[in-house]
């Protein structure tokens, strides 16, 4: 079965560099939402698109900008980056009106901001 | 506010014994909540899902989990530990008036010894 697709897996910058992160969710999937999790941490909810139109928002920094395209990928724009944002990004997919509204992981995309 | 207590950070247990690993959660609508198990440098797994259908759960691997409305609490149990169980454990709650987004706890590493 198709999983949710995310590229690069993994990305090295430099401070005050941009990086974007991309995300393809599972086919017919119509919901994206992007987790960040620092090292050792617990993943943080970071921002989540419903039909290509922001639905939530959660502790993503101004200098991040995401945004849902017509064929349902996401992309996640990083700007200024600092050594805090090296952390694993993770991608989730969901399909409206399913069980719960379950969510699908991707493979994550390492970070590091040199 | 919805939140997720995990009440161990870490679980050290002799393969072929039970495990368990603890969560309560807090919340003020009718939650959906999960465990996800993540193994080193990789992604997020789902092994079981609580969504009002049963209070038990049965999972993936041999995992289980109970729904106690009056202890607001979702445990994790096996029977029995397997080597290949050592991971990082995450108790999340979803719940439909936050537009599902998933909040983890912080984490349970489960070390497991011949």
């Known amino acids: 079965a198709a999983g949710v697709i995310q590229s690069p897996r993994h990305l090295i910058k430099e401070k005050r560099e941009t990086a974007t992160l991309k995300c393809y969710p599972i086919?017919?999937?119509?919901?994206v939402y992007w987790y960040q999790q620092g090292p050792g941490q617990d993943p943080q909810f970071l921002i989540s698109?419903?039909?290509?139109?922001?639905?939530d928002k959660g502790s993503i920094p101004d200098r991040f900008s995401a945004q849902q395209f017509s064929d349902y990928h996401s992309e996640l724009n990083m700007s200024s980056l600092e050594l805090g944002d090296s952390a694993l990004y993770f991608c989730?997919?969901?399909?409206?009106?399913?069980?719960?509204?379950?969510?699908?992981f991707g493979p994550g995309t390492r970070l590091t901001v040199l | 506010a919805q939140s997720v207590t995990q009440l161990d950070s870490h679980v050290s247990v002799s393969e072929g014994t039970p495990v368990l690993l603890r969560c309560n959660y807090s919340?003020?609508?009718?939650?959906?909540l999960f465990w996800y198990v993540q193994h080193p440098n990789k992604g997020l797994q789902l092994l079981l899902k609580?969504?009002?259908?049963?209070?038990l759960v049965k999972g993936i691997n041999g995992f289980e989990a109970e729904f106690k409305k009056s202890e607001t609490s979702f445990h994790l149990t096996k029977p029995s530990a397997h080597m290949s169980d050592a991971a990082e454990y995450f108790c999340?709650?979803?719940?439909?008036?936050?537009?599902?987004?998933?909040?983890f706890g912080a984490g349970t590493r489960l070390a497991v010894h011949p």
């Open positions: 919340s003020s609508y009718s939650p959906s």
């Open positions: 609580y969504t009002s259908a049963a209070t």
């Open positions: 999340v709650v979803s719940f439909s008036g936050g537009y599902n987004k998933l909040i």
């Open positions: 989730a997919s969901s399909q409206t009106g399913q069980s719960y509204n379950e969510q699908f």
């Open positions: 086919p017919r999937h119509d919901t």
């Open positions: 698109f419903y039909e290509k139109m922001q639905s």
